[in-house]
């Protein structure tokens, strides 16, 4: 923790970037290869920030449900390590992985070992490891969102879950492919069908920013007890901000300059460690990928608070 | 800067991580690329920290001159940023680049821009845009480091600078590549010859913590005078922090969580924004070509004084 | 067919051949990569010639049961153009592949796209297609090759089936992929098991002679009846000299000179069109997958006969 | 020689082809990457047959100078392999290489040796190579078409060669780059000159088609002594048929089925072993950079003669 450092005037703060953005919202494209997603109204915005007692902040549509898509890989990753350990980084590396393009190959050169936990080859590896640790890594997760966010309503979205796997042939390429290198412990159609559920959990910023506290109090839950050591947070941390944000975490870093996992449903969380989390959301997105409000609102969070790392 | 954060009682904390990296002096494999390198002793080490203000503190080898090799980059970036402007990153990007065995087919699939200015595809664009803007870029390189070092003696090593020249084939065919793609102003052969004499020159730890004070103090040169704006500033950390270790980048953000920059030579530079610059050399480096020792003191530095940013 | 072009003694010539490579049987290494092909005895070797009229001679093992493997492709690339017609040339090209380690690569390059119908993506497309056309792709394909061959006790190897789905991530991997840009029509299970069982059929040296005597015939089937045009046959054959030997087809093209297609399992089909077929089979492969004595063996028949191409 | 292949009336086939081609002359685009192609009338068309007496005969412009450009690869080749022997083959492979784009890739992934010489790269092993063996490979390759040819006035463009140079940062690239992996043997710079003279010869098709004649002659030179082993001229045969033609070099076995060479001037060798060698230039080229009339007459001629070899 950051000694002397006093937290801002929180809703104050979330008003301000609110007015900032506001002229933004409805920008960029919502995620479209599948439907469910492609619907969303994209004039919504929302934002919370969470410390470290769990006390909650938010401005606009920040109790709406969204599709939390890759955001839930930082979750699934804590758990991994949480529940197995250090030797989860075997099988996957903590390295940005260049531009998505050359995916494959890159996994070819490297045996079927992916670069990061936040490609989606990483992800799977993630949730495979999950699902041998638990027997049931999806339910596993929700579990655990719902125990963070202190929401019980969380939930699975059938829907998404389904225009997933049917347009899911990538990542079925990509873990049979790493099956064929032996980094996939269980049958390769059970891990998509928790891979899928997995990004079809929905959240609201509310619940996200509270659900991801345990990575600004340096691996502590909710509840006191502790999920992580000290270094598994710091580590997730650091992967979240070289990797976190598809093919622009130098952009993010240079703009934002926090740790930060994105999702293309619009949603982002990021960490002050040691003070606070922060969760956005605005459907529309950039050509990478990442809400365009949302890296707004988190950009104008660090000005403002002079919070960046840089 | 960061409110509140008081400065460490530097020569003390020096000390003490000279005593704790002792045992691991010697660890690693010096470069061996070229005879000039391979034949180091690797039995040297020395860390200086310098402050706001200039002052400068160091413990052990931190006064012996070493082969500076990429290291220089930060600087080239900043001069050419400094002299050109931002126009500068339409020809070379800001993101990681991945592994370094697809340098050359990412950079035909992304039309000869290299990922970051790290790489040495994107450091000989950086010298080549130096080149156009002052017309002698290596001397105008030297000149800025003597001047914000202080130290008026720096200087090239003619033998190290013929060395690369004569292992330079690989350098040599990702200038011509880039220039293939019209990315290259500056005739190829002359391009490289200024690369090798900037790659040639020899800097002290305590140098280099000097001299990347602008870098600490956003912007603000030895001199008081503005070199970046605090944009710029912020780009260059954030940029040495998701790309300035080669393909460690991830590893070295968990263990030492501050934005550096590494060379082949051993040496490695690194900012706490705000608050100080740090300069470590040791020889010998691990298999992506980091300083061993460099990276366990750095470690040791944000271990100890907490200023991780995770 | 050639003018003027008299047909050698087949009986005789073979047992030269056999006599000059007897040195060689036991060479090379069976295909490792699933049990069934792995136990078989290495000391084989068959080879049979099979004229225009459906004449068979042979010499050795010309009459025992192999697994067939790749072999299998000629047969269904040809069912595949007799029922469907040349649109398949839009889903398929007809050139050379390169070495195999970028195979994933060159099909996102060009957008899921198989090189040619004999590397395993483009034999995927072929078999899809014939799925397609027929609704029982592997039957309709061994029902094909039991009326060329004239061999009604023709079958599949259910082990062998078996053992290929059960390491069969690499190409379910490939066929994923390839769905996912919309190149394939059947569901990759189903497709699957249907290439699997493809692969598995078992031939002798003289049911796959006859069987490939269409190719010699210029399109013409064993009953007299058409099979493919003309221009189709010699499609077939040209994809076979330059596609059909794998990483080796410039090897096969100087060292035999004929169109041929080899199998994992150590066989080989060659054709000399408007002459005879060959087919030659013994299980040691060397490292780039073709069996060194049928490939030996070719080469005596194209040497002593003066029948190469070049 | 084919047994009892009677030779055709070429001076009444070439005719024929000639009128048959006609409607498609114009067609296709000149080369554009240096202004001294560019500029080309496109409506121009050649075509010489010489038996392998040396007796020639030809049809439209077959008397006209053009750029033979990579068509010069074939005889660099033969000159080289004359000189120095088959141990060219460990410098250089003879398979084919799949699309262009990653050309560079593939020589990174098999450590420099280019897939073949008719690829850029190997084409610079070949040339470089002969460098070494010769002390002056481009004037040696001039001269040794002077003789074959008997045109004792074939010469270099140097325009030609001068633009080449100006626009030649990508074979600058690849020749340094394989360098680095110590596969040149000559200062890049003296190569690359040598390399554009090279392919800035000026020949016309009856130049071509009798210097070409040790090939349909399996290595016997005009003046009837033997330039190559019976086995060399076979394996010059082989990778022109399966690698002469750029990225079509399986629709050119399929269409014309010869072993072929093309250059970006519109120019195109073929043999037909045993019996004769064709030359055909029309400027035109398709978009894998054949000459579109070139491919068409060569069809015609194998079409209308029956000498395809499937």
Chains 1, 2, 3, 4 share one sequence.
Not at 22 to 45: H, K, N
Not at 224 to 251: F, H, P, W
Request: charged fraction near 20%.
């Amino acid at each position: 923790m950051r000694n002397g450092t006093t937290a801002p005037d929180y809703p104050a703060l979330l008003e301000r970037i609110a007015a900032d953005v506001a002229p933004l919202v409805g920008s960029g494209t919502p995620a479209e290869y599948i439907p469910a997603l492609a619907g969303v109204d994209p004039y919504q915005f929302g934002m919370a920030v969470a410390d470290l007692d769990g006390n909650v902040h938010g401005v606009g549509d920040w109790r709406v449900p969204f599709s939390a898509q890759s955001v839930t890989k930082v979750f699934a990753l804590a758990l991994a390590l949480a529940e197995g350990g250090d030797s989860l980084w075997e099988r996957v590396g903590r390295e940005p992985s260049g531009n998505p393009f050359n995916s494959l190959v890159q996994l070819e050169y490297e045996n079927g070992i992916p670069r990061n936990p936040f490609i989606n080859a990483g992800a799977l590896v993630v949730t495979d490891r999950l699902q041998t640790l638990t027997g049931d890594a999806s339910s596993e997760l929700l579990e655990f969102l719902r125990q963070e966010s202190g929401n019980p309503d969380l939930g699975f979205d059938a829907e998404v879950a389904a225009s997933e796997h049917e347009h899911g042939d990538r990542n079925a390429a990509v873990a049979h492919f790493m099956a064929s290198y032996g980094n996939i412990d269980n049958p390769v159609p059970a891990l998509l069908d928790h891979y899928f559920w997995q990004c079809s959990i929905e959240t609201s910023c509310a619940d996200l920013a509270l659900a991801a506290g345990f990575l600004a109090r340096h691996g502590i839950r909710a509840d006191g007890t502790r999920l992580l050591t000290r270094s598994e947070a710091k580590q997730i941390n650091a992967v979240m901000l070289t990797c976190g944000t598809y093919d622009a975490a130098g952009e993010f870093a240079y703009r934002v300059g926090l740790p930060g996992k994105s999702g293309v449903g619009g949603g982002i969380v990021a960490v002050v460690p040691g003070l606070c989390t922060l969760a956005v959301w605005s459907p529309g997105l950039d050509r990478r990928g990442n809400s365009v409000v949302g890296v707004a609102a988190l950009d104008r969070f660090t000005t403002l608070t002079g919070l960046s790392v840089f």
